[in-house]
């Protein structure tokens, strides 16, 4: 099966090299640019790459004019790196339809994670249907979770939670965060209810349900140690 195609454009070569190794561990085909004139060509070039993790300051042409240039042809998912933490900078990010904002430095484990779930946010992924991780296996269309082969049994809530969980391994999710996407935005009720259900769904995962770590004084995080 091919690989699912990702370019990652960054003038700084260890830095790509960073970034590439963590993408090809996870199985992704992974496409290098030092600088946005060589990212547009390979770009133009191939017309399979699923999304662009892009830095802003760069020779030539900048990741800005980049981007433009990528969004006046393509709705391909971006990610934009850069080293300014300028307000200014995320909001022209966004208005120019990134995706996702990055500042470094950041975590390689953290860039991978938000890359896997814009990929499932835009069904890029194969099996969208099914999550393996952490010797958990969810399916989504199924509505079944299983460890070892056994069957968990879950609320609806219990496995929306999973899922969400799931899907963003690796980051840390407020309770406010988990409401909006879990809960949706009409949600009322007492933040607390999110604490009732993890602290359910722990106890049904058993030993599994440790993967769920919670972060004081915020929410929650799914992590796996690989």
């Not at 996702?100 to 860039?111: M, V």
Request: glycine fraction near 8%; include cysteine.
């Amino acid at each position: 099966m091919e690989r699912i195609k990702i370019l990652v454009v960054d003038d700084e070569s260890r830095m790509r090299k960073l970034v590439k190794d963590f993408l090809v561990r996870k199985g992704y085909e992974v496409l290098e640019a030092g600088d946005g004139s060589e990212a547009l060509e390979i770009f133009y070039a191939k017309n399979d790459i699923a999304l662009v993790i892009l830095d802003v300051m760069m020779p030539k042409m900048d990741g800005w004019q980049v981007c433009r240039e990528i969004r006046s042809y393509s709705k391909v998912p971006i990610i934009m790196l850069t080293a300014r933490g300028d307000e200014k900078d995320e909001l022209q990010g966004f208005e120019l339809g990134v995706d996702e904002y990055i500042s470094k430095p950041f975590s390689p484990k953290i860039l991978v994670a938000r890359v896997e779930a814009i990929l499932r946010r835009t069904g890029k992924t194969e099996d969208e249907g099914i999550l393996e991780e952490g010797g958990i296996r969810l399916d989504k269309a199924a509505h079944m979770v299983t460890i070892g082969g056994q069957d968990i049994a879950l609320s609806f809530k219990e496995f929306e939670l999973l899922t969400f969980f799931m899907e963003n391994k690796g980051l840390a999710l407020s309770r406010e965060k988990i409401l909006n996407n879990v809960w949706n935005y009409d949600y009322f009720g007492d933040a607390r209810t999110i604490d009732t259900h993890v602290k359910k769904l722990r106890s049904k995962l058993g030993e599994k349900g440790e993967l769920i770590r919670t972060i004081w004084g915020m929410g929650y995080k799914f992590e796996v140690n690989e």
